[in-house]
């Protein structure tokens, strides 16, 4: 069964500073990943996705993300953070196939003015 | 395009009594998956619809039941609230077919309260 590890439950940030939020993952075969962002009181907004080919892959509001397959991480980042990122950011993880849509535990991110 | 819809936004119901949920995916989305979100658990699946199939169903007691109809419209049912089911259920439609590689696109939830 697959599986999403976030270790960070809170990523505080100056404004202006990179960011990275944390994201490992566990699955049979090859994984298709995704990035999720929740602002307060809302549904999830989707940001990026890795499907296959290039390693890094770009989404909306600036956001990147880097697929390392020796490590099975999905690290999300952004070269210079706003007050405006600060929510709440699920990684997640499906299998080939059917399979389900899995969800980390989620991490809070407050980019500090 | 409208984005996901779900009826009622917040809903308050009795320990016991029953509730229906409604979701109404994106125009020409033929997946529609349910999460029950709570904040010890996190983001739970409940289940997953595909062109009126059950696909996927997650590990909750059959008190949680779903349905969707022709036109991709989905509805989730729990009989017999506890205490426990408080929380904000989430739907959210994809275009499905080999599921795995389309992201969803979530609704703003609906909120159950159980008293």
């Known amino acids: 069964a697959q599986s999403v590890a976030q270790p960070e439950d809170q990523v505080n940030v100056a404004e202006g500073n990179p960011l990275t939020v944390k994201c490992t993952y566990s699955?049979?075969?090859?994984?298709?990943l995704f990035w999720y962002v929740q602002y307060p009181n809302r549904g999830l907004q989707f940001l990026l996705k890795?499907?296959?080919?290039?390693?890094l892959v770009k989404g909306s509001y600036g956001f990147e993300a880097e697929f390392n397959k020796s490590q099975t991480s999905f690290h999300l980042k952004k070269p210079s953070a706003l007050v405006s990122d600060s929510a709440l950011y699920f990684c997640?993880?499906?299998?080939?196939?059917?399979?389900?849509?899995?969800f980390g535990k989620g991490t809070r991110l407050s980019v500090i003015a | 395009k409208a984005g996901v819809t779900q009826t009622p936004r917040y809903l308050i119901k009795t320990r016991g009594q029953q509730v229906t949920l409604s979701c109404s995916p994106i125009?020409?989305?033929?997946?529609v998956s349910w999460y029950q979100q709570t904040p010890g658990q996190g983001l739970q699946f409940l289940f997953e619809?595909?062109?009126?199939?059950?696909?996927n169903k997650g590990n909750f007691p059959g008190r949680f039941s779903g349905r969707q109809f022709s036109n991709s419209r989905s509805e989730m049912n729990v009989s017999t609230l506890e205490l426990g089911d408080s929380a904000l259920y989430l739907c959210?439609?994809?275009?499905?077919?080999?599921?795995?590689?389309?992201?969803?696109?979530f609704g703003p939830g609906t909120r159950l309260t159980v008293t």
């Open positions: 959210a439609s994809s275009l499905g077919g080999q599921g795995a590689r389309y992201e969803q696109y």
């Open positions: 699955v049979s075969g090859n994984p298709y």
């Open positions: 890795y499907i296959t080919g290039d390693n």
């Open positions: 997640a993880v499906r299998g080939p196939g059917n399979t389900p849509l899995v």
């Open positions: 125009s020409g989305h033929r997946s």
């Open positions: 619809y595909f062109s009126e199939t059950q696909r």
